[in-house]
């Protein structure tokens, strides 16, 4: 049995991991602008638009039909650049069996065209909105840390989401479509 000073202890502990718990979560929504809708997991994409690297505008909707991974990224991001190898075996991979990987460029066009052209990759990519309310923001990365990757069903829905990089077994899982993320 506990003494009655190692319950106090035992209780004030409980508290500061709940507050804890509660700021850290608190502190994540104070990026989210007032009036902005983040999608969460369950909801339905935002059908945005955004420029390819051709400068023409391709809208998420465009990918209907098809299990799409989206993948946020940066120039400047070593995990980011890291991850892109295992994206572009899972794109070669899974694109016969109707997955696609779309990788969003947080970063500036110019920047993404030189990195692309030292390191090319075979999968689409388009540019996202740094303004706020920033484009990973939208699709649910309120602390708006890159790598983050979000996965849509063939309806549009989403199915995860998740920060930092994504290995080849988490690749294989998200983008199979027998298997559930």
């Known amino acids: 049995m506990l003494s009655r000073t190692n319950l106090v202890i035992l209780a004030l502990a409980l508290l500061a991991a709940i507050a804890g718990g509660w700021l ?8 989210v602008p007032p ?10 994409r935002p059908d945005i638009a955004l420029l390819d690297l051709d400068g023409k505008e391709r809208r998420l909707s465009g990918y209907q039909g098809r299990r799409l991974l989206l993948n ?19 794109q070669h991979k899974f694109a016969d069996q109707g997955a696609i990987v779309l990788g969003i460029a ?11 052209t030292q390191h090319p990759v075979d999968y689409p990519i388009l540019i996202g909105q740094l303004d706020s309310p920033s ?5 649910g990365d309120t602390g708006e840390m890159l790598p983050y ?18 290995d080849a077994n988490q690749l294989d899982r998200w983008l199979s479509p027998t298997t559930a993320p």
């Open 35 to 44: 009036g902005v809708q983040v999608a969460n997991v369950g909801d339905l």
């Open 106 to 116: 947080m970063d500036e066009p110019d920047r993404v065209r030189a990195y692309l």
């Open 24 to 31: 850290q979560h608190e502190s994540s929504q104070t990026h």
């Open 149 to 166: 990757s979000v996965l849509l069903d063939e309806n549009g829905r989403i199915l995860a989401a998740h920060r930092g990089p994504l």
């Open 72 to 90: 946020f990224w940066a120039s400047w991001c070593k995990p980011c650049l890291a991850e892109m190898p295992a994206l572009n075996a899972a």
């Open 135 to 139: 484009t990973s923001l939208r699709f």
